[in-house]
């Protein structure tokens, strides 16, 4: 038996604590991948594969001056990343756990908002015009997700493309 769970913690058993809270935190990250999901940034699929990993944690790296290192919340409105595969055989130690929560939740509301901005505003900019939705990726083109899929569309005004990859 594992001692972690023996005893009480503030006058509950610990095991019916650790379980409500993990049942906490599944809600609460079901919650920020329907966010993902409806902003486009995943599917269907990849929406049921991240929410039914209820021992899901992400994992960043400590730096040497103790910041984290993983997600970044990427600085344009287009070109949005659901998650980075952690590479490397490094042997910094990992940061704090819950830390690596809330800025993994924090990265993917961020990312869900901005994809979101995006699609509304190149679907916008292609009923007038000013932007031609394409088939593959081609060079200049801006990349948003849709569905959980990269679409891509030319932007042909040059103003317009300079607002949409600067909007932070």
Known sequence: RNQLIE?????????????????????????????????????????????NDIYYIPFYRSMENEDLQGAQTASSLTGQKFSKEL???NERPFGDLMENTLRNWSHILSA??????????????????????????????????????????????PMLLDSITSIG
Request: proline share 2%.
């Open 112 to 157: 869900a908002m901005k994809n979101q901005a995006s699609v509304a505003t190149l679907e916008a900019a292609e009923s007038i015009g000013a932007v031609d939705k394409l088939k593959e990726n081609e060079k200049g083109a801006v990349k948003v997700m849709e569905d959980g899929r990269p679409a891509y569309y030319r932007v042909n005004d």
């Open 7 to 51: 005893g009480t913690l503030n006058g509950k058993p610990r095991s019916e604590v650790y379980n409500a809270v993990l049942q906490d935190m599944n809600k609460m990250n079901r919650s920020v991948l329907t966010v993902a999901k409806d902003a486009g940034l995943i599917d269907e699929a990849g929406f049921e594969r991240f929410s």
């Open 87 to 89: 590479k490397g055989g």
